[in-house]
């Protein structure tokens, strides 16, 4: 089938091509944003709305609930759909549709979520830029980014920035590529959540409250394994938690750099990680977080990180200023007032149950080579007895593969 090209052009006239200054909704915003919620209820598969260059103000969340759409701007600074201001729908854009691609335009100051993709198939953003312009505030929309129950998904050269919990988060997905994007001013600047095969490479986070985050949480709709973590640069992530209370990610700590939570089959390895205050890798369970015994948790869900594997990243500095009273006082106990953690903080809860000669089996180890120590927490006796020794994590794991978008989208 041709390709259904859909042009703005009379709404961009309209509206002002170039604005860039956030302005009130006038008559050219209103007839643009009906001329493109009309083409977005209308589009067939294989339609392309193009949406040329200028800043547009809309007071209402898009939909979009038919497969094999493309959206595109020109360019991510120069197509900009600004939400500020927005008063009807939580979402700037919510889709439910498979093969959809969005590329090459912006998406500001939404209420809530600013993208939400929700049950598709083979979903592409590429060139996407998610800013809440006013900074980091609580009152910013929770996700930028965000295919939630979706399979074949991929996200490239993409900017977010602003988001109160997670600026890319895939969650409860599969078969994932996310690639040469960067996340800043975030709580959390990459998230995958209960998600299964998914490669997270190339990309830059800093000036989060954590870098990249590796998540499997209670009740949900499936368990997350086999995430590799690599070619990432993840520095400075020091911003204080501003998430909405009980969220998820309120439980992050500032100067966070890749946080494993309850995750299995997760693979660390040729990362720069660098300067993140309360430690560069962080491996934890479930009943570290803060929201630990709030909620009621299904009889088979697993808490506990199994069959990590740190190896060949490269890190420096951290640790030296870590969030919270408790792992203050711990990092003061072990390394002095001017001392800091080593590269990998470990909450040090395992399943007892599994045990063999008080190591777990050798497909549930944590597998960690090339830092300049691990701290085992002692999370289970409130901190009271830490250890320094690395012998526990000398061992390897096998490698997991890449990941295969299939089909591969065609940028």
């Known amino acids: 089938m041709r390709p259904l090209f859909i042009t703005l052009a009379l709404a961009a006239a309209l509206a002002g091509c170039g604005k860039q200054e956030p302005a009130p909704q006038n008559s050219a915003d209103v007839s643009f944003e009906a001329k493109l919620q009309e083409q977005l209820l209308d589009a067939k598969p294989g339609s392309v709305i193009e949406i040329p260059a200028g800043h547009y103000h809309l007071k209402r969340g898009l939909s979009l609930r038919t497969d094999g759409v493309t959206i595109k701007g020109a ?16 979402e700037g854009l919510l889709v439910n549709a498979s093969d959809f691609t969005i590329e090459n335009l912006a998406i500001e100051d939404t209420k809530g979520d600013a993208l939400k993709i929700n049950q598709g198939k083979n979903i592409t953003i590429h060139g996407v830029r998610i800013e809440w312009t006013d900074g980091p505030k609580t009152t910013n929309g929770a996700y930028g980014l965000y295919p ?8 490239e050269d993409s900017v977010v920035i602003g988001a109160s919990d997670a600026g890319i988060y895939v969650g409860q997905s599969d078969n994932i590529v996310v690639r040469n994007n960067r996340a800043e001013r975030n709580v959390a600047g990459i998230e995958i959540e209960n998600s299964t095969n998914a490669d997270v490479y190339a990309n830059t986070t800093t000036q989060n409250t954590g870098g990249i985050l590796v ?50 089959k997760v693979e660390i390895f040729d990362n720069d990680i660098a300067d993140n205050q309360t430690a560069n890798i962080i491996i934890a369970s479930y009943f570290s977080t803060n929201y ?12 506990y990180p199994k069959g990590i594997y740190v190896y060949g990243n490269r890190l420096k500095g951290g640790g030296d200023s870590p969030d919270g009273l408790k792992l203050k006082t711990l990092k003061t106990a072990m390394y002095g007032l001017t001392g800091s953690f080593p590269d990998v903080l470990w909450d040090g809860y395992v399943d007892t149950k599994g045990l063999v000669d008080g190591l777990p089996p050798a497909d549930d180890r944590i597998c960690i080579h090339d830092v300049s120590g691990v701290i085992n927490a002692d999370g289970p006796h409130d901190y009271k007895n830490p250890s320094k020794d690395m ?12 990941v295969a978008l299939n089909p591969e989208p065609k940028i």
């Open 215 to 264: 998540f499997n949480m209670p009740n949900l709709s499936k368990e997350g394994h086999g995430t590799r973590v690599f070619k990432n640069k993840v520095f400075g992530n020091n911003l204080g938690n501003f998430a909405a209370k009980g969220a998820a990610v309120a439980s992050v700590p500032a100067g966070s750099g890749v946080v494993i939570n309850s995750n299995d």
């Open 75 to 90: 360019g991510m600074d120069q197509t900009v759909l600004s939400f500020k201001g927005q008063v009807v729908g939580p």
């Open 391 to 402: 012998k526990p994590y000398d061992c390897t794991l096998p490698k997991l593969p890449p």
């Open 292 to 303: 630990y015994n709030t909620r009621g948790v299904a009889a088979n869900y697993n808490p």
């Open 148 to 155: 939630v129950k979706t399979q074949n998904v991929l996200i």
